[in-house]
């Protein structure tokens, strides 16, 4: 159960309200690590994945072991859920100004735009006294009203959120905690928003915040929970801002983060950028930065979910394998494609997908 202490009307307004620029929090600069991403510079061999081998692996098994990428998305997505729900379209100016709609055409000589109403209830209807932001959310003659109306709003939004802590209930019908930030810990994040959609980057803080990872299926009964934590500092790109309806779990998503990730008792230091799809299981591309100053040098380290691995650098793309401590590359022998890479044998008619060792360590 997510718990939050300030996703309410004053907690938006106290941002989106402010007509003041300065009052708004400014996102960090993530160009720089997505150009890094995009154009690695390093030329990898033996010599220097002997050196980061043990690093990479280490940062691949506790950021898929906790799980930490996963909880913030579903924060993110969550609160994603809550401002769509609490959002709603009407012609500004024109024939139609103040009337629903879905799109320009509805409102002649004006503009459909995003409302975020907060706090209103409806009055009357069969969901009387519920949330709403429009009548239609009143069935059988009921109206919507009351609270706080941002028209096309612009700005930030802060989120506090309390995390679950260990407690295994948390995932039983019913179970109803009350927030502990003190004992669980929090996230606060800050999203920017334009109209009703999620600015591509979300940052803020965790404070020594407290989870469950269920090790198989979605609760604690099948083969019990990991104990997993994360203190720190947390930055994230979506490729682009998120408009309302589009799913966030199946867009790649660029963390860098610096801080503290526990699981089971264990403690590990991290000051790493990765990238993963939340929909995608066992995907996971990290961002190796060897460089002083940092990003100067860089390469690509990926984890695909068929389990195999791989590099992207300065010269190209090429298979790993962090247990054999050996990479390779896949080409084909034989056939109409000699010579090209190949990942199956289906890509070489004729002949067949050959392996060659490039490198060992």
């Given amino acids: 159960m997510r718990l939050f202490s300030s996703l309410t009307a004053l ?49 691949a098994e506790e950021i898929e072991g906790s799980e930490i990428f996963a909880e913030i998305l579903d924060l993110i997505i969550e609160v994603q859920k809550e401002l769509e729900d609490s959002s709603t379209m009407t012609c500004s100016g024109g024939d139609n100004n103040g009337g629903e709609c879905s799109d320009d055409t509805q409102c002649p000589n004006g503009a459909c735009v995003t409302d975020l109403v907060l706090g209103a209830t409806c009055s009357g209807g069969t969901n009387e006294g519920g949330e709403c932001a429009a009548d239609a959310d009143c069935p059988d003659d009921g109206t919507c009203g009351g609270g706080v109306i941002l028209p096309s709003p612009t700005g930030a939004v802060q989120i506090n959120y309390i995390c679950p802590g260990w407690d295994e209930r948390q995932f039983d019908d019913g179970y109803d905690a009350e927030p502990d930030s003190a004992k669980d810990g929090s996230i606060d994040l800050f999203m920017t928003l334009d109209g009703s959609g999620i600015g591509r980057v979300v940052w803020g803080t965790a404070s020594n915040c407290l989870y469950l990872v269920p090790i198989e299926g979605g609760n604690c009964e099948a083969q019990g929970c990991a104990e997993a934590s994360y203190d720190g500092g947390v930055a994230l790109d979506l490729g682009d801002a998120v408009p309302p309806g589009e799913d966030i779990s199946r867009l790649p998503v660029t963390f860098v983060m610096e801080g503290n990730i526990g699981l089971d008792g264990d403690d590990f230091r991290i000051n790493q950028s990765f990238r993963v799809i939340l929909a995608v299981e066992s995907g996971l591309e990290i961002l190796v930065d060897i460089g002083d100053p940092a990003l100067s040098e860089t390469f690509n380290y990926f984890f695909l979910p068929d389990s195999s691995q791989g590099i992207r650098d300065a010269d190209g793309v090429f298979g790993c394998s962090l247990e054999e401590s050996q990479c390779f590359e896949l080409t084909c022998e034989g056939g109409v494609n ?24």
């Fill in 11 to 59: 907690a938006f307004v106290a941002l989106l309200g402010s007509c003041d620029s300065r009052d708004l929090p400014t996102p960090p600069n993530l160009q720089p690590v997505l150009d890094a991403y995009a154009n690695p510079t390093a030329a990898v061999d033996g010599e220097l994945m002997g050196e980061v081998a043990d690093e990479i692996a280490e940062a």
């Fill in 338 to 361: 000699d010579g090209s890479a190949c990942t199956i044998v289906a890509d070489c008619p004729e002949g067949t997908c050959v392996r060659r060792s490039l490198f060992s360590w």
